[in-house]
Structures are given as C-alpha cells and as structure tokens.
T-cell receptor
Framework: DQQVKQNSPSLSVQEGRISILNCDYTNSMFDYFLWYKKYPAEGPTFLISISSIKDKNEDGRFTVFLNKSAKHLSLHIVPSQPGDSAVYFCAASATGTASKLTFGTGTRLQVTL | GAGVSQTPSNKVTEKGKYVELRCDPISGHTALYWYRQSLGQGPEFLIYFQGTGAADDSGLPNDRFFAVRPEGSVSTLKIQRTERGDSAVYLC?????????????FGSGTRLTVV
C-alpha cells in the first residue's frame, strides 16, 4: 500500500528551465510534507517542507505547492542547474506519528547542459 | 560530531549470520531514527528513539531485527539470522527534538549485502 507516490521515475530538463516534480498521497491524515534530495552514496538531505495549512512555500529556487483537495504536491526548481541532478524524494507525516516519515519511491532528475 | 556517522559504510555477510550496524548521531540530538532503503524504493521507517527508549518500533519487519540506544546517543541496529531479503541500505537520522520543520539529518547509510 503505497501511501506516497511519485509516478515519474525520471525527468530530464535543460539547464535554465523549470523542473517540476510531482507527488501524490492517499492518506488524508498526512499534514506535513517534505522534499529530500539524494546524491549517490550519500544520505538524503532536506530540501524544503510545507505544512497542510499552507498551499505554497518558497525557498530560493525551490517552491513547493500543495493541493490538499487533490492530495497532490509538486516541487518546482527554477532555474534548474546541473548540480540539481539527483534523486528527489517526497515524504509525508501525520500529527500523532510525527516521528515517522513515509517516503515516495523517488524521481531521478537530470539537468542537461 | 558534525554530521550523522554510520559504520560500516559497507557490510557483506553470509545468509544466517548476525550483523550489527552502528549510528553516531549529531551531538545533542535526542531523537534518532532508522530507515531501510531497498533498491528502487524510498526509505522505509524502522524505529524511532527519543532518548534511550524506543518510542515507535512499528516499522521493524520481524523479531530478527532489534535496535538499542543504551545511553541516549549511539545506536546499534542488530539483525539476527540474516536473509538475502535484508540486503538494503540502512539509514540513520537524528534531530534535536521530534520531527521539525527542517526534517531530520540523515547519515550516508550502511549498505548491507547478504550473500
């Protein structure tokens, strides 16, 4: 039972363009969402988060949008840079189980020159 | 320390053997988590410690898996009678309190291969 889904296993974007990574969830109890970036042979590193009371959070080139009614969130990277090439994981947590993150399967982003 | 340290970085073991994986969290972080990442999957929650006690061990797959954190700092994940299906990257993470807005900090993981 995959409660957090990232349906695109990979994405290729040209440098300077926008990258849009999508994530869907099924558990309506999830109220906090995070994006992590992972390089090979390293642990995931936190990128950006959003609480369910918001619909948008921005941090520099990274913006996360949350659509609660559709149970959908997306990460926008503008402009994309070659160093952004990595695997991106969407994760979610629910109040009361705030210690536990449920991750999606990840999307591999490749930013080409 | 500066980050979450996990040792060993790689471990190859024979089916049926016992293994211990170590996690050294960031100094002062009271919360510690273990996750497992199988090939092509996202990290899956195993267990969460708050201080010395396991506050949530609902992700441990069966009784072959056990974790301790006796002094509230270093943690050891122990796997008995290893099976080939246990092969994965085991990730440890820590945070100052429970999950915060900035998430928690992961180590680089231990890649366990059971042959």
């Amino acid at each position: 039972d995959q409660q957090v889904k990232q349906n695109s296993p990979s994405l290729s974007v040209q440098e300077g363009r926008i990258s849009i990574l999508n994530c869907d969830y099924t558990n309506s109890m999830f109220d906090y969402f995070l994006w992590y970036k992972k390089y090979p042979a390293e642990g995931p590193t936190f990128l950006i988060s959003i609480s369910s009371i918001k619909d948008k959070n921005e941090d520099g080139r990274f913006t996360v949008f949350l659509n609660k009614s559709a149970k959908h969130l997306s990460l926008h990277i503008v402009p994309s840079q070659p160093g952004d090439s990595a695997v991106y994981f969407c994760a979610a947590s629910a109040t009361g189980t705030a210690s536990k993150l449920t991750f999606g399967t990840g999307t591999r982003l490749q930013v080409t020159l | 320390g500066a980050g979450v340290s996990q040792t060993p970085s790689n471990k190859v073991t024979e089916k049926g053997k016992y293994v211990e994986l170590r996690c050294d969290p960031i100094s002062g972080h009271t919360a510690l988590y273990w996750y497992r990442q199988s090939l092509g999957q996202g990290p899956e929650f195993l267990i969460y410690f708050q201080g010395t006690g396991a506050a949530d061990d609902s992700g441990l797959p069966n009784d072959r898996f056990f974790a301790v954190r006796p002094e509230g700092s270093v943690s050891t994940l122990k796997i008995q009678r290893t099976e080939r299906g246990d092969s994965a990257v085991y990730l440890c993470a820590s945070s100052q309190l429970k999950l915060q807005r900035s998430g928690y900090t992961f180590g680089s993981g231990t890649r366990l291969t059971v042959v």
